[in-house]
C-alpha cells in the first residue's frame, strides 16, 4: 500500500512538472528542400552572376545554420544564353526536383527559362529581370528586382528637374530584352515630361566603339543622354563620351548599377545617374550587418545585384517556412502572399502581378562611388 501511495507521489509531482513548469515540446523537423540557382556563372556579364550567387550563398549559409529550413543549393552557368538558360531551368525542374529556382540574371534569359518553370509549376524568382513582360509569363513567375518602370521615371525626374533638361538622346543596346526595354521607358518618360528627343542611337553587345553615335550625340548638344545598357557596354561608353568632351549628365538603366561601371569607366563614370533599391551606405542595422558579412566572405562591398539575391533567397525560405512544406505550388501561394518583408532593401511586398512594391533611391557617382542624389 505505502508503495503504491509513493508511486502516486512521483507520477503526480511529474504530472505538475509538465504541466506546470512547462516541459519542453520535441522540436518539428526541418524543412529540407533543394532551390536552384541559374546565373552567368562565365562570359559577358559574369559580375551580375558572381554578385548574385555570393548574396545567395551568403543567405544560405544563414538561414541552413538557423535549422528551420535546410537548403540544398544548386547552381548552373547560363553563360548569359538563353539555350544554356533554358537547359539549366530544365534540368534543375526535372533532374535535381528543386521546389524553386532563383534567376536567370538577364531579362531575355527569364523570357526562355521562365515559360518552362511555369508549365511545369515550378515558382521562379527574377532578382536582376528589370524588363517589362516578366511575371506575366505566368503565375509561376516572380521577381523581387525592381522593374525598369519604376526607377527609370525616378532617376529621369529627378536629374530633369535638378538640371533643368529640356532637349535629350537615347542610346540603347538593340539586342538585349532587358536593354530594349530601359530604352522603351526612357522613351515614354521623355515624352511624359514633353522633352526634346534630338536623336536615337543603337549599339550592341559587345561592341568596343561607340564614336559614331557619340559623334552624331555630341553634335545635336543634348541637355542630357539617356542610356540604356549593361555594364560592359556602358562602362566603355561613359570613357568615350568623355574623352570626346561629351560633359552632359548621363541617366543609367539598371545595368549601370554595378561597380564594374566604376572600373571600366574610372573618372568618367563620374555623374552617372541611376535608380535603384539598393543604398549600401544606409543608415539601417540590417544594411550593416549584411555589407559587413559579405565584406569579410568575399573582400568587396556588395552591390544592388548581390542585395537583391539576398533578399530573393529569404523571401523564398520565409515562404517555406508559412507553407509548412516543400511543395511548389504551395510555396508559389505562399510567395505571392509575401507582404512587408522587411529585407537590406527595404519593405518590400508583392503586388498582384507577384511583381514589386518598394521605392527606388537614386543614386549618383561622385568620389568614386555611388551616393544620394540630391
Known amino acids: 500500500m505505502k508503495r503504491n501511495v509513493r508511486l502516486f507521489a512521483v507520477v503526480a509531482c511529474v504530472l505538475f512538472a509538465f504541466v506546470f513548469m512547462g516541459a519542453e515540446k520535441p522540436k518539428s523537423e526541418p524543412i529540407q528542400a533543394k532551390i536552384g540557382v541559374i546565373s552567368i556563372i562565365t562570359g559577358q556579364g559574369a559580375a551580375y552572376g558572381e554578385a548574385i550567387t555570393n548574396g545567395i550563398k551568403l543567405a544560405l549559409d544563414e538561414v541552413n545554420?538557423?535549422?528551420?529550413?535546410?537548403?540544398?543549393?544548386?547552381?548552373?552557368?547560363?553563360?548569359?544564353?538563353?539555350?544554356?538558360?533554358?537547359?539549366?531551368?530544365?534540368?534543375?525542374?526535372?533532374?535535381?526536383?528543386?521546389?524553386a529556382i532563383i534567376g536567370p540574371t538577364l531579362s531575355n534569359e527569364m523570357m526562355a527559362a521562365g515559360p518552362e518553370a511555369n508549365a511545369?509549376?515550378?515558382?521562379?524568382?527574377?532578382?536582376?529581370?528589370?524588363?517589362?513582360?516578366?511575371?506575366?509569363?505566368?503565375?509561376?513567375?516572380?521577381?523581387?528586382?525592381?522593374?525598369?518602370?519604376?526607377?527609370?521615371?525616378?532617376?529621369?525626374?529627378?536629374?530633369?528637374?535638378?538640371?533643368?533638361?529640356?532637349?535629350?538622346?537615347?542610346?540603347?543596346?538593340?539586342?538585349?530584352?532587358?536593354?530594349?526595354?530601359?530604352?522603351?521607358?526612357?522613351?515614354e518618360v521623355a515624352g511624359k515630361l514633353k522633352l526634346e528627343i534630338v536623336t536615337i542611337q543603337e549599339f550592341q553587345k559587345g561592341q568596343a566603339d561607340y564614336k559614331a553615335q557619340l559623334t552624331k550625340i555630341t553634335s545635336l548638344k543634348p541637355d542630357a543622354v539617356f542610356c540604356s545598357a549593361l555594364y560592359n557596354e556602358g562602362g566603355v561608353i561613359l570613357a568615350q563620351a568623355r574623352k570626346m568632351g561629351l560633359k552632359v549628365p548621363f541617366v543609367g538603366g539598371n545595368g549601370f548599377n554595378s561597380p564594374?561601371?566604376?572600373?571600366?569607366?574610372?573618372?568618367?563614370?563620374?555623374?552617372?545617374?541611376?535608380?535603384?533599391?539598393?543604398?549600401?551606405?544606409?543608415?539601417?542595422?540590417?544594411?550593416?550587418?549584411?555589407?559587413?558579412?559579405?565584406?569579410?566572405?568575399?573582400?568587396?562591398?556588395?552591390?544592388?545585384?548581390?542585395?537583391?539575391?539576398?533578399?530573393?533567397?529569404?523571401?523564398?525560405?520565409?515562404?517555406?517556412?508559412?507553407?509548412?512544406t516543400a511543395d511548389r505550388a504551395k510555396l508559389r501561394d505562399s510567395?505571392?502572399?509575401?507582404?512587408?518583408?522587411?529585407?537590406?532593401?527595404?519593405?518590400?511586398?508583392?503586388?498582384?502581378?507577384?511583381?514589386?512594391?518598394?521605392?527606388?533611391?537614386?543614386?549618383?557617382?561622385?568620389?568614386?562611388?555611388?551616393?544620394?542624389?540630391?
Open 260 to 324: 564594374k561601371v566604376i572600373e571600366i569607366a574610372k573618372d568618367a563614370a563620374e555623374g552617372l545617374i541611376v535608380a535603384t533599391p539598393w543604398f549600401g551606405e544606409k543608415n539601417d542595422p540590417k544594411v550593416k550587418a549584411f555589407v559587413a558579412k559579405y565584406e569579410k566572405a568575399y573582400g568587396k562591398k556588395p552591390d544592388q545585384f548581390a542585395a537583391q539575391a539576398y533578399d530573393a533567397f529569404y523571401i523564398i525560405t520565409n515562404a517555406l517556412k508559412a507553407a509548412g
Open 65 to 99: 545554420a538557423k535549422g528551420e529550413v535546410l537548403i540544398d543549393l544548386k547552381v548552373e552557368d547560363s553563360s548569359g544564353k538563353q539555350e544554356q538558360a533554358l537547359a539549366a531551368a530544365q534540368k534543375l525542374i526535372n533532374s535535381e526536383k528543386v521546389v
Open 120 to 187: 511545369s509549376g515550378v515558382p521562379i524568382m527574377g532578382t536582376s529581370t528589370t524588363a517589362k513582360g516578366i511575371t506575366q509569363i505566368g503565375k509561376f513567375v516572380f521577381r523581387n528586382a525592381l522593374p525598369e518602370s519604376q526607377a527609370i521615371p525616378a532617376a529621369v525626374g529627378q536629374a530633369v528637374q535638378k538640371y533643368n533638361i529640356k532637349k535629350v538622346a537615347l542610346l540603347y543596346g538593340n539586342d538585349d530584352a532587358f536593354t530594349k526595354s530601359g530604352f522603351d521607358t526612357m522613351k
Open 335 to 374: 510567395l505571392a502572399a509575401t507582404k512587408n518583408f522587411q529585407g537590406v532593401l527595404g519593405n518590400f511586398s508583392f503586388d498582384a502581378e507577384r511583381d514589386v512594391v518598394m521605392e527606388p533611391i537614386v543614386l549618383v557617382i561622385k568620389g568614386g562611388k555611388f551616393q544620394i542624389f540630391q
